[in-house]
């Protein structure tokens, strides 16, 4: 299979592994990263999420070839025409209604990837494999750390400061861009040093003693597994199409700017596919400010609360026809007291009435 058709492949994997994620959500209880535990129990025992899991890794594993053999100027352009499969997905399977605004951060998004594309020579003719450039797997710890601390700092704080279960007037509202964008960072970190194991695996597959030696398979596992429970609490509130829209443009920007930045990826060579790239990219972020923020939270399996009973509250009704048609309580009118003069002319009526009898 060419370097091309598996481009074209890794995205198919990854929107089927998150819709696999998204039919899953709706069986499981509320998950929120307030709760870490309960949360990484309930994914790692449901035997779905975990198929759905395995076909990101797979995408993952499939995109870490590629890389070896395209430039990621070339990848990133790859997923344009999966993010159109996946609206169709969106609307035909799960019968999400897709806004006016969200149809044009999707047009924005499709023009900054066809920017990309332009500048990677997707436009201009076929891209022969193995012009992947140097994706150094022995990067900087400091380069690589630069990407990493940024991009675990943001999901970390949707974990624990902004999925905190607070309720009532002072809850907080949904926004599947946040969780998109959250989970997209640390995919595209796991992605990233999956490109350098491959790498360090290309002309010599039993070399993992050194990979292990390498902090890239760490990388892949903790931003990796942490990406993806932060996608599947965004997929079990939100919809699959801000989801996953967003993970697109967040995991994308992490991998094309880490290639460059940290990874040893060639700069754009030209004046002209500069400029293409700088256009996409802030595309890119356009469509993220384009997108809304807030939606309606997508009912999910609560457990059921039991009212709170106290000595001066009254007994639970169970609603039923009794409660709903009950007949209405009629209350007796106050006797009026009468006068004098009522009283002698009610006498001289009674009076006659017993002359006319006898």
């Known amino acids: 299979m060419g370097a091309l058709a598996l481009a074209t492949a890794a995205p198919v994997a990854y929107v089927a592994g998150f819709t696999?994620?998204?039919l899953s959500g709706r069986r499981m209880p509320r998950l929120t990263g307030y709760r870490f535990l309960h949360a990484t129990v309930t994914l790692a025992t449901s035997p779905a999420w975990?198929?759905?899991?395995?076909l990101l890794i797979g995408g993952m594993v499939v995109q870490s070839i590629v890389l070896t053999q395209l430039p990621v100027?070339?990848?990133v352009p790859m997923y344009g025409p999966v993010m159109l499969v996946l609206l169709l997905v969106a609307v035909t399977n799960f019968r999400e209604r897709v806004t006016a605004g969200e149809l044009g951060a999707l047009s924005v998004l499709v023009l900054a990837l066809l920017a990309f594309a332009a500048a990677g020579g997707l436009l201009s003719g076929p891209v022969?494999?193995?012009?992947?450039?140097t994706w150094h797997?022995?990067?900087?710890?400091?380069r690589i750390a630069l990407l990493i601390g940024p991009s675990l700092v943001f999901p970390l704080w949707l974990f624990v400061v902004r999925d905190?279960?607070?309720d009532g007037r002072h809850a907080k509202r949904v926004t599947g861009v946040a969780f998109g964008l959250g989970s997209g960072v640390l995919v595209g970190c796991a992605e990233s040093s999956g490109a350098g194991i491959a790498r360090l695996l290309q002309h010599d597959p039993s070399a993992w003693q050194h990979v292990l030696r390498t902090p890239h398979p760490y990388i892949v596992v903790v931003a990796g597994l942490i990406g993806a429970g932060l996608a599947q609490i965004g997929l079990q509130r939100c919809r699959l199409s801000v989801v996953i829209i967003m993970l697109a443009v967040g995991s994308k920007a992490s991998l094309w700017l880490g290639g460059i930045l940290v990874y040893g990826q060639p700069w754009p060579e030209t004046p002209t596919k500069f400029v293409l790239s700088a256009v996409g990219l802030v595309l890119a972020v356009a469509s993220v400010?384009?997108?809304?923020?807030?939606?309606r939270e997508d009912p999910v399996a609560e457990e059921p609360i039991a009212p709170v009973q106290t000595p001066f509250a009254p007994p639970a009704v169970q609603p039923g026809w009794g409660?709903?048609?009950?007949?209405p309580v009629v209350e007796p009118r106050p006797a009026v007291p009468r006068s004098a003069a009522a009283m002698r002319y009610a006498a001289m009526q009674d009076e006659a009435a017993r002359r006319r009898s006898g």
Do not use: N, Q, Y
């Not at 975990?50 to 395995?54: C, E, I, N, R």
């Open 128 to 133: 022969a494999a193995g012009s992947g450039g």
């Open 73 to 75: 100027s070339v990848v």
């Open 137 to 142: 797997p022995d990067a900087p710890l400091w």
């Open 164 to 166: 905190s279960p607070v």
């Open 50 to 54: 975990l198929f759905g899991l395995a």
């Open 289 to 295: 400010f384009t997108i809304p923020r807030h939606e």
């Open 20 to 22: 696999v994620f998204k």
């Open 323 to 327: 409660t709903m048609l009950s007949a």
